[in-house]
C-alpha cells in the first residue's frame, strides 16, 4: 500500500485544473473511490494545521491526545506512528518527507526521509542526507541565504545526483525542469512543485528497490500554491496551470510505480477554501538570528518553522522566560506582534509566531524590550494570502474499503486493519 499525503488540497480546484488542463493523472486520482474526513481541531495555527493533523493520522490519535502543537515538535511524540507499529509486526515500511514525523523505533523502515523542517530528524539510509540538507538550509533561510552555506550543502546536492543509480532516474526529468524554470523563473511556488515532482521520482525509485508492504510520500506543493496563488474562485491563475501541470507528471509518476494488485490511499489531512478577498498577510522574519540580536535577546540556537515561527533555544529555563516575556510584550500598531509558549518538557526553549495579519505601512514600528525598530529591516512580506483551513479533509482510495465519513485519525485504523484484519 502506498499512503499519498497530498497536503490540503481542494478537489475541486483541482478538477478544475483537471479539465483546464486535460489531466489525465489529476482524473484517475480523481475518480478513485472518495470517502469525507473532519478533526474536532477548528483554528487555523491552534490545531487546524498540518503539522498537527497529519500526526494524529500517523499515530490514530486525536490532537488532544497526541499533543504535538508545531512544526518540530516531533521529539515530544509519546504515541507510535504507524510505521512504527507495522514495523514491530514484521512489515517492512519507507516513509518519504511525511510532516513531523520521525523514523523512532521502526527497524524495518527501510528508507526515511523527513520534511525538511522537522530539524531533529536525519534520513535513513544515510546516503539520503546529501539530499536533505540544501532543501532543509534553503526553506529556513531563503529570506537571507549565507552564500558559502548555501554552496557547502548544495555541493552535497549535486554529489548525491551523480550517483549513477540516481542520476540515470533524474536524467528523464531535466527537461522538464529546465524548461520550466526558463519559462516561469525560479518563482518559490515553481520551486515546491519541482521538489514534489524530484520527491516523486526517488520515492517511486526507492520504493520498487526496497519493495516495502507500506509506503508514504507526502507532497506539499499544492497546499502552498493554494496559501500564495489562489486569486480566484472561478479560474486558474497562469501560476497555478504551470504548477498543477507539473503536479500531474509527478502523480503520473507514483501511478506508475503502483501494480494493478497494490492499494493506494490518497488523503489531503483537510483541505483549503480560496480566503483572497480576506486580505490577510504573512510576514516573516527575514534573519531570525539577526532579528533577536537587535532585539537584545542572547540565545543558543534559532530552528525557523515553515511560515513565520520557529523555536529558540536558551542556555537555561530563567533565560528562555525572560525571552518570552520580551517577545510577548512587543507591539506593532499597539497591538501583539507575537505569539508566545515557554516551559512544557522543554524548559529551555520557547516558540514564538508572528501574528501580525494585516496591511502595514512601509514605516511600521515594531516596540520590544524598551527599543524601536523599523518592523521591514527585520521582516518581510511573504504573501497575501489566498487560501485558508477547513476542518473537512478528503480520502481517495482504491483496494481498500473505507467508510464514506471518518475523523482523519481514523485512516491509521483502517490501514493497520488492512494489514491485519482480525
Known amino acids: 500500500m502506498i499512503l499519498l499525503e497530498i497536503n490540503e488540497f481542494n478537489p475541486e480546484l483541482m478538477a478544475k485544473a483537471a479539465e483546464e488542463l486535460n489531466a489525465d493523472n489529476l482524473r484517475w486520482l480523481l475518480a478513485l473511490q472518495r470517502s469525507e474526513t473532519t478533526t474536532d481541531d477548528k483554528t487555523e495555527r491552534f490545531g487546524l494545521d498540518p503539522w498537527v493533523q497529519w500526526v494524529s493520522i500517523h499515530t490514530g490519535k486525536t490532537s488532544g491526545q497526541h499533543q504535538v ?3 518540530g515538535d516531533v521529539p ?3 504515541h507510535e506512528q504507524i510505521w512504527e507499529t507495522l514495523s514491530k509486526q514484521g512489515l517492512h515500511c519507507g516513509v518519504w518527507g511525511a510532516m513531523n514525523a520521525s523514523r523512532g523505533s521502526a527497524k524495518n523502515c527501510e528508507f526515511f526521509f523527513p520534511d525538511p523542517w522537522t530539524f531533529s530528524e536525519l534520513a535513513y539510509p544515510p546516503e539520503l542526507n546529501n539530499l536533505l540538507m540544501f532543501p532543509r538550509y534553503y526553506s529556513k533561510n531563503y529570506g537571507d541565504l549565507d552564500t558559502a552555506k548555501s554552496l557547502r550543502e548544495l555541493a552535497k546536492l549535486v554529489w548525491f545526483c551523480l550517483n549513477p ?8 526529468l531535466a527537461p522538464s525542469l529546465i524548461s520550466s524554470v526558463i519559462k516561469n523563473g525560479l518563482h518559490e511556488y515553481l520551486l515546491f512543485v519541482l521538489f514534489d515532482l524530484v520527491n ?3 520515492f517511486a525509485h526507492y520504493y520498487k528497490r526496497t519493495k516495502p508492504d507500506f509506503a508514504i510520500l507526502f507532497m506539499n506543493s499544492l497546499a502552498h500554491l493554494q496559501h500564495h496563488k489562489w486569486t480566484s474562485k472561478e479560474h486558474l491563475s497562469e501560476e497555478m496551470r504551470v504548477a498543477f501541470a507539473l503536479f500531474d507528471k509527478a502523480l503520473g509518476i507514483i501511478r506508475g ?11 489531503n489531512a483537510f483541505t ?6 480576506q486580505n490577510e498577510f ?4 527575514k534573519n531570525p538570528q539577526g532579528f533577536l540580536v537587535a532585539a537584545g535577546i542572547p540565545f543558543l540556537r534559532v530552528e525557523q518553522a515553515m511560515t513565520n515561527d520557529g523555536h529558540v533555544f536558551f542556555d537555561s529555563a530563567e533565560a528562555a522566560n525572560k525571552a518570552a516575556a520580551i517577545l510577548g510584550a512587543a ?3 499597539d497591538k501583539p506582534a507575537f505569539h508566545v509558549e515557554s516551559g512544557g518538557k522543554t524548559p529551555d526553549k520557547i516558540f514564538f509566531q508572528v501574528i501580525v495579519w494585516e496591511p502595514l505601512s512601509p514605516d511600521a514600528v515594531l516596540k520590544i524590550n524598551n527599543q524601536e525598530m523599523k518592523f521591514f529591516e527585520q521582516f518581510e512580506v511573504i504573501t497575501k494570502r489566498s487560501g485558508s483551513h477547513l476542518q473537512e479533509g478528503h480520502v481517495f482510495s482504491r483496494n481498500i474499503s473505507l467508510p464514506k465519513k471518518l475523523y482523519n485519525h481514523q485512516i491509521h485504523d483502517h490501514i493497520l486493519g488492512h494489514f491485519h484484519p482480525a
Not at 510505480?257 to 488523503?267: F, G, P, R, T, V
Open 272 to 277: 483549503q477554501f480560496c480566503s483572497y478577498d
Open 69 to 71: 502543537k508545531h512544526l
Open 76 to 78: 515530544q511524540l509519546e
Open 200 to 202: 516523486a521520482k526517488l
Open 331 to 333: 507591539t506593532v500598531n
Open 282 to 285: 504573512l510576514y516573516r522574519q
Open 257 to 267: 510505480a503502483l501494480s494493478d494488485d497494490e492499494s493506494l490511499i490518497a488523503a
Open 165 to 172: 543509480r540516481i542520476a540515470v532516474e533524474l536524467l528523464p
